[in-house]
């Protein structure tokens, strides 16, 4: 597949949200947090974003003949690649964290690994009692948490809160893997740069950012998201793998965190080459789990992932328009084969207690005639 344009990146990149973290934290910890409600993104929020995802080659030319030579050097040090993750028992991301491992190219301590969670560690917005994969996704987790890999959470939803907090630590093995198990690591800051807000927990093991994934990402990717609260360690990442279910999403990390991660470097020192030798990006398509039963669907929700405004990023992992139409087709199909099923199961719900109630009233008019003649 032909990589994405490269994209411009808003000014000021360079300052990092993070910097300011142990100054800001008590005014993060003002006792509000906690009361945030989760902010479902909408259909209109969605195709906004999605425009970053639209450069025509005009501008990819200015944007080009503008870059800074260093920073040009610097971008080319890094090796991004895309793979589509497809499979109907959900375990093809656990697969892709096994073959990691074993590998053994570098140590585990340099790669980073970024998950989304809703659809992609779980089966659905909020589902945590159901990990998609199941055991083999939790085992995996565990193993690359127990090689000294990073295991973060960056979610779309524009509050952290305290309900994706509670939705993981649900799951008590799921909670150890991303050190959430324990109170103190899950107390929540508040961080803002250019109009971005971002919030995450104390131990930086959990992340939300509305749409700006690629920013987090690739301030993860220098280590600096990391920093604050006690975590002064920065990590030299040789790798770095991000997974999420949504295609656009993972479009904008392979396209624009490269570009976060070398205008922060580029401003310390502008020769400085990144640590970071891969990125790798995977679209967890949910659409063969889907079409199999074992995942819910819902044509209508805005991440649905074949709708028009999807069709860039799609293309970027091998989905043209027909592809795309017919997946679209297939999805609205099952999903009205669906509704009719749950519907024609409730008819005959109500009418198995019709009959019951209808048996019941008719035995009890015979005893009473019964009484009555006796």
């Known amino acids: 597949l032909a990589p994405p344009p490269p994209l411009p990146v808003p000014p000021g990149l360079s300052v990092s949200p993070f910097a300011a973290a142990t100054a800001n934290a008590e005014k993060a910890k003002s006792g509000r947090t906690s009361r945030l409600k989760i902010k479902r993104l909408t259909k209109e929020e969605r195709a906004k974003a999605l425009e970053r995802g639209k450069i025509s080659s005009s501008v990819k030319s200015s944007v080009d003949s503008k870059i800074d030579p260093n920073l040009a050097a610097a971008l080319k040090h890094i090796k991004v690649e895309r793979r589509r993750i497809e499979t109907e028992d959900g375990k093809g991301l656990a697969s892709e964290v096994e073959e990691i491992l074993k590998k053994k190219l570098i140590d585990p301590a340099q790669v980073l690994f970024v998950f989304d ?64 198990h324990d109170e103190l690591n899950c107390e929540v800051e508040t961080f803002e740069h250019d109009g ?28 600096i998201a990391l920093q604050g609260n006690g975590l002064k360690s920065v990590r030299d990442f040789k790798e770095v793998h991000f997974f999420d279910d ?10 624009l965190s490269p570009t976060v991660m070398c205008t922060y470097l580029n401003s310390k020192d502008p020769k400085s080459i990144p640590s970071v030798d891969l990125l790798r990006v995977y679209w967890c398509s949910t659409f063969l789990e889907e079409m199999a039963g074992r995942m819910g669907m819902d044509p209508n929700d805005p991440d649905h992932p074949y709708q028009d405004i999807y069709a860039p990023a799609l293309a970027a992992f091998g989905i043209g328009a027909d592809e795309r139409l017919k997946r679209d087709a297939m999805i609205k199909s099952k999903f009205q084969d669906i509704i009719a099923s749950r519907r024609n199961e409730s008819k005959k719900v109500l009418m198995a207690t019709k009959n019951e109630n209808q048996n019941q009233a008719t035995a009890s008019n015979g005893d009473n005639k019964n009484i009555t003649e006796a």
């Open 117 to 180: 969670f809703d659809k992609t560690l779980t089966l659905g917005f909020g589902s945590t009692q159901r990990v998609r994969g199941g055991e083999r996704t939790l085992e995996a987790l565990e193993s690359a948490k127990a090689c000294g890999a990073t295991l973060t959470i960056v979610t779309a939803r524009s509050r952290l809160s305290s309900g994706l907090i509670s939705q993981v630590r649900r799951n008590e093995r799921l909670s150890k893997v991303f050190d959430l």
């Open 246 to 255: 949504n295609p656009n999403n993972v479009f904008e990390v392979a396209t």
């Open 196 to 223: 971005i807000k971002i919030q995450c927990t104390s131990n930086r093991c959990a992340f939300a950012c509305g749409f700006h994934k690629h920013f987090v990402v690739g301030q993860m990717a220098t280590g």
